[in-house]
């Protein structure tokens, strides 16, 4: 089972930039390779929405078509960590932003192919 946390949430104004990091615990797991990270993000009284993810051991990445081209996820296998960089940061992308994690996944955009979430982060965007 591995452990998902997300950190790096806050205030931002509109057209700034933020990160946000998850780290993935492996506990009783010796590698991340065979694992999915994907990001979502939650307003209230809404769905999760699929923002982007991408198989740990692997090139491609997918988006979400409300964040192409402002976004880009990354990791660095060295620390575990997943990354969410978030340009030109609109009022709409306010949300709590969750990672979450799945062995054998896909890289998919459906929050039901993921097993592992962790806590959500909140990122405002305001004036």
């Known amino acids: 089972q591995v452990q998902v946390a997300e950190s790096g949430g806050g205030q931002v104004q509109p057209g700034g930039s933020l990160t946000l990091s998850c780290v993935l615990s492996?506990?009783?797991?010796?590698?991340?390779?065979?694992?999915?990270v994907g990001w979502f993000r939650q307003v209230p009284g809404a769905e999760r929405e699929f923002v982007a993810a991408?198989?740990?051991?692997?090139?491609?990445?997918r988006y979400g078509d409300s964040v192409k081209g402002r976004f880009t996820i990354s990791r660095d296998t060295s620390k575990n960590a997943a990354y969410l960089q978030m340009n030109s940061l609109e009022p709409e992308d306010t949300a709590v932003y969750y990672c979450a994690a799945e062995k054998w996944g896909g890289g998919s955009p459906y929050e039901r192919d993921y097993g592992s979430w962790g806590q959500g982060t909140q990122v405002a965007v305001s004036s």
């Open positions: 991408f198989k740990w051991g692997g090139a491609a990445k």
């Open positions: 492996l506990s009783g797991i010796s590698t991340l390779s065979n694992y999915a």
